[in-house]
């Protein structure tokens, strides 16, 4: 038998680090999402996928804590607390949670990052607001991140709206990891980028989350974007999730009737 | 011998939507058990279910009823129900997948796409790589490639790459959808090699081979997919 070969592989107790229950949000007649539960654990990442409307952007603003809910909870485990609903915590509590221990990537890098402070200082900024103070460290750490997310260092002191579209995104995302957080929340992404630039920008969220073992939620509405970065899936339908599962199971053995229209539709190249 | 996968009364049918409701049998009550050690080859006419079964092997389709039971560790894991992180866990470790087709992923280059799946089952990197390494010359992917994304590689070189990436850990269980499908003589004896080494350190294997002369050097038994059909007397 080889050393490669592990004959024994204990079973892990999982404790969750987020679960939503029956979370529901409409707008006035129209609804966002209705009665969403799901679990996630440390390390996953789960995909929502679904057309536009479907509810999946609701979803990740009321997980996220960006939006309340009708009804329904949605509980995250807190450092020192455990599980607790984030809609009840008070609102010095949920500022730091989101700041520290979460991360959100926008669809569109400007609404997260401050288009007027230098490169550096979006990454610094977000050390200093979880109390780092030396500025020889924060700015080391802001270059060191720079190179993970393939910015050049000689653009350190440049203004985010210098950059391209594909670097701002890197740059918000460098700007969400330095913190070290458990858990993100990205919406679309890669959305408004060039394909070829897309699948930098996922190859190194790929490699990042691997590598960090961060759980996150990302939605989008494309299928390849999952099948790359989510280990589960959960597919979206007029507010209501049709089909979740392991990602290659729900993408190569859709059962639900939109499922199999959805992944169906993507054009073969 | 230890049975390492237990599959009973597994039947699946895919039921399309989008084309009418279309039913489309495919096994029906299909049992089946590898040993540690046994190479079985799945056998039959194209459109068979040869791959339908394999993919339900690994959890990659949804069985419509029925079993699929894999050795994990000191566990028994029934795929059907497991949770997702734990078919993730069994994938991991325990169950190795050599597809018709390399995957490739934008970038990441052939030698990092052959050591993932050992590093992601926690070997240490230098250990990993030597081994993606050893597979990568055995199988004879010149060295100048290494360093590149396999998407521009021809066929038969990317379906090498597949091929040492389900090799580079030493999984108890391995599944192999046509491993030598698009390969030349040379390295269809490689791989060839590889499965009789796996055989030899224990490993349950279930494959489809379409060419005689390997399915001969390699297969302890051949199982009729076609014997499950539900028409089938």
Partial sequence: ?269 | MKSMISVSALSKEFVLHTQGGARIPVFDRLDLEVAAGECVCLHGPSGAGKSTLLRSLYANYKPSSGHVRVVHGKDVVELGSAEPWQVIEVRRRSVGYVSQFLRVIPRVPALEVVAEPARLAGVPDAEAERRARTLLDRLNIPQRLWGLAPATFSGGEQQRVNVARGFALDYPILLLDEPTASLDAANRQVVVALINEAKARGAAIVGIFHDAEVREAVADRLFEVTAYRRDAA
């Fill in chain 1, 1 to 269: 038998m080889s050393a490669l070969m592990l004959s024994e592989t204990v079973t892990p107790k999982r404790q969750p680090l987020m679960r939503a229950t029956g979370v529901s949000k409409s707008y006035g007649e129209t609804i966002g999402c209705l009665d969403v539960s799901f679990t996630l654990n440390p390390g996953e990442v789960i995909g929502i996928v679904g057309e536009s409307g479907s509810g999946k952007s609701t979803l990740l603003n009321v997980l996220s804590a960006q939006l309340s809910p009708d009804i329904g909870t949605v509980e995250y485990d807190l450092r020192h607390k455990g599980m607790s609903d984030i809609f009840r915590l008070s609102e010095p509590d949920r500022r730091r949670l989101m700041r520290t221990d979460w991360g959100i990537v926008h669809q569109n890098p400007r609404d997260g990052l401050r288009m007027d402070v230098s490169a550096g200082g979006n990454v610094g900024e977000r050390l200093m607001a979880i109390g780092a103070r030396h500025y020889g460290e924060i700015r080391a750490e802001g270059l060191d991140w720079l190179a993970k997310v393939e910015l050049n260092a000689s653009r350190v002191d440049d203004k985010p709206r210098t950059f391209s579209g594909g670097m701002q995104q890197r740059l918000q995302i460098a700007r969400n990891l330095v913190t070290r957080p458990r858990l993100i929340f990205m919406d679309e992404p890669t959305g408004g980028l060039d394909v070829s630039v897309q699948a930098r920008l996922l190859d190194l969220l790929r490699g990042l989350v691997r590598e960090l073992g961060i759980a996150a939620i990302v939605v989008t509405h494309d299928l390849a974007v999952v099948r790359l970065l989510a280990d589960r899936l959960m597919v979206m339908r007029h507010g209501r999730v049709v089909e979740e599962g392991l990602t290659d199971q729900v993408l190569d053995d859709p059962h639900h009737p939109y499922t199999q229209l959805l992944v169906s539709s993507v054009l073969q190249v």
